[in-house]
């Protein structure tokens, strides 16, 4: 039916605990775990409580900052973000509204030119003349709208 293999989360577990290990000392205690028979494990959780305590605040406090700190700094940023963005806009509108006059900003040029090279090239004449009718072409379609 189901079977549920303890020995990896375990291990999944304890890739991420791995760098206090070192530090609190976590890895001698797991080597006198394995080796103590049960009165000696009891002793070892009553003398090793304080240690499992810091190790699951340690924990919980790293779980509490990417839940709930780094969201936080994060939208914090996007919305000011937005804010700067939506105020921008509405004063530049203001602005134009009050003034009737055009704010200076990005405007769309009167011709597109383009240049499509296909098979051979072109002498420098041959592409300037192109250029000029290509500039045309679009004006005029441009002016017909």
Not at 64 to 82: K, M, R
Not at 109 to 126: L, Q, R, Y
Request: aromatic share 18%; proline share 3%; net charge neutral.
């Amino acid at each position: 039916m189901f079977s549920f293999n303890f020995g990896k989360i375990r291990d999944y577990i304890m890739k991420f605990i791995k760098p206090s290990l070192y530090l609190g000392g976590f890895d001698y205690f797991l080597n006198l775990w394995r080796e103590a028979d049960t009165k000696d494990r009891g002793i070892l959780i009553l003398m090793f409580t304080p240690m499992f305590f810091c190790l699951a605040g340690l924990i919980f406090s790293i779980i509490y900052f990417v839940l709930f700190v780094l969201p936080s700094y994060l939208f914090t940023f996007i919305g000011w973000a937005l804010l700067t963005a939506l105020f921008g806009a509405g004063g530049k509108y203001f602005y134009a509204h009050v003034t009737h006059r055009e704010t200076p900003g990005r405007s769309m040029p009167e011709f597109i030119d383009v240049e499509v090279v296909v098979g051979e090239t072109k002498s420098d004449d041959e592409e300037k003349s192109q250029r000029k009718t290509t500039r045309k072409k679009i004006n005029a379609d441009t002016e017909a709208e």
